[in-house]
């Protein structure tokens, strides 16, 4: 966690220059800092004249967990996890994944962690996270790996394959997962959101059903040729006769 707290303390000074980072944590008030961030952006008129506010949401609840939502300027919303230090220490909780992960990165650009990111809801959409659980290896086992490679060619031929696996399990599969694909990259177009997970599904897929059509046709081709082979042996035995 030093490490963590270095780099938030690193970023509170860049937001806000005027607090001295070291005395923000003893007495920490995200809300305030929070407010105090926006209000400096809109000093420097960074951002929308018509957006400007921070709305703050607490949802009732008698005991923990409290949930609550902040909205920030240009419409995007946060809402608080639940966790402890402990849990942030511990790779085997989401939290500490996530913290893993982010420490995992320190020196790479935001660009690269995002694809990271990326690569991680395909496989935990493709089934891949499931079937490592499955196998005992550690979260830590499957970030290290992961994190060697990027998205591209080899890593989505490999999804595609598995999605041929289960469309030899369950066939349609493929089609269906296509169809609701392109319907969610339409909707996250339409508004305005970040594409490249449900691109990228949409490209994994084609590509099984590309390959599953190919070795159809492929088959249906071999097929063929052995009927005419056989009809031609058929025709040749006819005229021996």
């Not at 849990?87 to 989401?94: E, G, L």
Request: aromatic letters at 10%.
């Amino acid at each position: 966690m030093d490490r963590t707290l270095e780099s938030l303390q690193h970023i509170i000074a860049q937001v806000l220059p005027h607090r001295d980072p070291a005395l923000v944590f003893k007495d920490l008030n995200a809300v305030v800092i929070l407010q105090e961030f926006w209000e400096s952006k809109q000093k420097q008129k960074a951002v929308f004249p018509n957006e400007g506010t921070v709305v703050y949401e607490s949802l009732s609840s008698p005991g923990p967990p409290f949930v609550s939502y902040v909205t920030l300027p240009g419409g995007s919303c946060f809402g608080n996890f639940q966790g402890n230090l402990k849990d942030a220490d511990d790779p085997s909780t989401s939290i500490g994944a996530y913290h893993y992960m982010l420490e995992s990165n320190i020196g790479k650009t935001m660009l690269e962690f995002q694809e990271l990111m990326i690569v991680f809801q395909l496989l935990h959409w493709n089934g891949n996270l499931k079937a490592l659980r499955e196998t005992k290896c550690s979260r830590q086992e499957v970030i290290s790996y992961y994190s060697q490679y990027s998205l591209d060619e080899k890593m989505r031929s490999h999804m595609a394959l598995d999605w041929i696996m289960k469309e030899q399990e369950s066939p349609g599969i493929i089609s269906q997962e296509l169809q609701l694909s392109l319907r969610e990259l339409e909707e996250a177009r339409k508004a305005g959101q970040e594409l490249r997970f449900y691109k990228e599904k949409k490209e994994i897929l084609s590509l099984a059903l590309t390959h599953l059509y190919s070795d159809q046709v492929t088959s249906y081709s071999n097929n063929d040729d052995q009927m005419s082979l056989t009809l031609s042996g058929s025709h040749s035995l006819a005229a021996l006769k």
